[in-house]
């Protein structure tokens, strides 16, 4: 049962470097989430899909993009990487019927956890 | 713009004593509520998910409670046991909220000593 698949787990760039953290679910779920979190504190959602290619901002989209080909997949990219980035990273999937509203819960990955040194 | 707080940030209990975490909630606008259980380096496992026209819901030891007029969850979970020591996070859905988008609390962190 592998859900929801985030790579990699752990990984440190330098400053202004670029990455792609990669997301991965089986459920064939349509609705897909990229949130942070940083040290005690809740989570943020960065960006969300509601379909392969539909994708809309979050709380705090600035420095990060994302792209939706497949109902499967749904990376996140960033760009010129800056210290204040340095966070966990979680990506998420759930099912809505269409236009509506579902009492199923999200399923989560494990995080990818992210240093900007 | 919603607001979801959860206090106290920490916890500590001995084993056997009952756990009582808090969430509230400033829109009381809500489509559900969820809590959810995160160990350290692990991912969010949903525990409850409570609709707005429910005002409890039970599974095992957990049992959480709603109140939407108060914009208040309580989350209970009978007999602690030091399995149980990771953080618990709420969530609400917004009706009015696009994509059906979570807002969470900034977590308890418990901790159950043997």
């Known amino acids: 049962n592998a859900g929801v698949t985030q790579t990699p787990k752990f990984r440190i760039l330098k400053i202004g470097q670029s990455m792609t953290l990669q997301c991965a679910q089986d459920?064939?779920?349509?609705?897909m989430y990229w949130y942070r979190q940083d040290p005690g504190m809740g989570l943020k959602l960065i960006y969300y899909?509601?379909?392969?290619?539909?994708?809309d901002k979050g709380e705090v989209p600035n420095g990060y993009n994302v792209s939706r080909s497949t109902t499967e997949d749904f990376p996140l990219r960033l760009e010129l990487a800056a210290p204040s980035q340095t966070s966990v990273y979680f990506c998420?999937?759930?099912?809505?019927?269409?236009?509506?509203?579902?009492?199923?819960?999200?399923?989560f990955g494990d995080g990818t956890r992210l240093s900007i040194l | 713009k919603q607001e979801v707080t959860q206090i106290p940030a920490a916890l500590s209990v001995p084993e056997g004593e009952n756990l009582v975490l808090n969430c509230s909630f400033t829109d009381s606008a809500i489509y559900n509520l969820q809590w959810f259980r995160q160990d350290p380096g692990k991912g969010l496992t949903s525990l409850l998910l409570i609709q707005s026209s429910q005002r409890e819901q039970t599974s095992g030891r957990l049992n959480a409670s709603l109140d939407k007029s108060s914009g208040r969850s309580t989350l209970y979970i009978a007999a602690s046991q030091p399995g149980d020591s990771a953080t618990y996070l709420c969530a609400v859905t917004l009706i009015k909220a696009a994509g059906n988008k979570l807002t969470f609390g900034g977590g308890t962190r418990v901790l159950v000593k043997p």
């Open positions: 998420a999937s759930s099912y809505f019927p269409s236009g509506g509203y579902s009492n199923q819960p999200q399923h």
């Open positions: 459920m064939n779920h349509n609705y």
């Open positions: 899909s509601v379909g392969a290619g539909i994708t």
